[in-house]
């Protein structure tokens, strides 16, 4: 008998349509398998609403169907639909090794390495550690080749601030040649000296005030007062002979 085409009335059983549909995959015709095995599907919920009983052969034919959607969807790159089969297949048959092998199949395709190799670490199978051993590879050169374009790009940040510390940064103009450089006027020797003796005089002016002070603390007689007696006249006269020409 010929697999129903699509709007046809269904009157085959679920089992039938299954095989039907297990005819077409073998074909290469997934989208046609896809669509019959959820016919089958439709059609198995129907038969045990009319009475069929729910024995284990009907949980096994059930299983089996969404098995056989799972590697569909899997064919077809829908990896979502995939992991919803698998995930109603394992919410009666929590042990079920093939629903979690394509489960972490499906999560690989929609890009859950982490979920995938969470699936695949409850499995004892040869397969299945296959697998894992080539997401930890592919984790690992994924987090070298980061490592490796960080280091670059430190470098290059490296590379720009040692640039604009020199001077040589896009948003700076080259430095100016020293010989062309203004320079300050520099003072006269006579000035130097000046500013040397103004200094040397404050310094002895205020080692006698701290002298006077000290003498009145133990009641001695206080030192004589310098010839100048306004302190203030004598820094602006000071700051005065400092200034340069």
Known sequence: MEAPGEGEVEVEEASELKSHGNAAYSRNDVEEAVRLWNLAIRKHVQELSDGKPCDEEATTLERSIYLNLVQGYL???DGERALRACKVVLFTDQENDKA???AAEACLQLGRSQEAEQWL?????PEASKMLQRIRWKSRAEAAKDSKQDAAARKKLAEKMSAGLSGFSEDKPPPVPQESAPRAPMADLDTVSNMTDISAEVAQAAKNRLARMEAAAEGEQPLPEP?????ESFRAKAMKRSQLP
């Open 121 to 125: 670490s409850k499995l004892d199978l």
């Open 100 to 102: 979690r092998f394509r």
């Open 75 to 77: 064919k077809l790159g």
């Open 227 to 231: 010839t100048y007696t306004d302190f």
